[in-house]
């Protein structure tokens, strides 16, 4: 599988960006994804993710009800809609794919970048006051 991230940019803070990861490869609609953030001089941390069906979605505290993971199978394409942007937000976005994760792998599973297998090569998102 290779995946492509796209749709970072500068935004202010309050505002919105929309992410798109597009996937090659044949397993897409059968892998767990998820997009995990990179801010300068931290480590890699989990953002949200997504089970094949799109039907159970996870995100970490500090974007639940502010970030949305979907899924479009039929296009390979992987989405995440950013709303309520905020300084600490600012970060190089990666998506990444696990062809391994059972339907019901759970938050902890999901959450751990160990577990995914593909990387996206990242989308800078810089939001501003």
């Known amino acids: 599988v290779q995946l492509q991230a796209s749709g970072g940019g500068l935004v202010q803070v309050g505002g919105s960006l929309r992410l798109s990861c597009a996937a090659s490869?044949?397993?897409?609609?059968?892998?767990?994804m998820g997009w995990f953030r990179q801010a300068p001089g931290k480590e890699r941390e989990f953002v949200a993710a997504v089970t094949r069906t799109g039907g159970t979605t996870y995100y970490s505290d500090s974007v639940k009800g502010r970030f949305t993971i979907s899924r479009d199978n039929a296009k390979k394409t992987l989405y995440l809609q950013m709303n309520s942007l905020k300084l600490e937000d600012t970060a190089v976005y990666y998506c990444?794919?696990?062809?391994?994760?059972?339907?019901?792998?759970?938050?902890?599973?999901?959450?751990?970048?160990?577990?995914?297998?593909?990387w996206g090569q990242g989308t800078q998102v810089t939001v501003s006051s």
């Open positions: 990444a794919s696990d062809p391994n994760a059972i339907l019901t792998a759970g938050l902890t599973y999901s959450s751990k970048e160990e577990n995914y297998d593909y």
């Open positions: 490869g044949r397993t897409f609609s059968r892998d767990l």
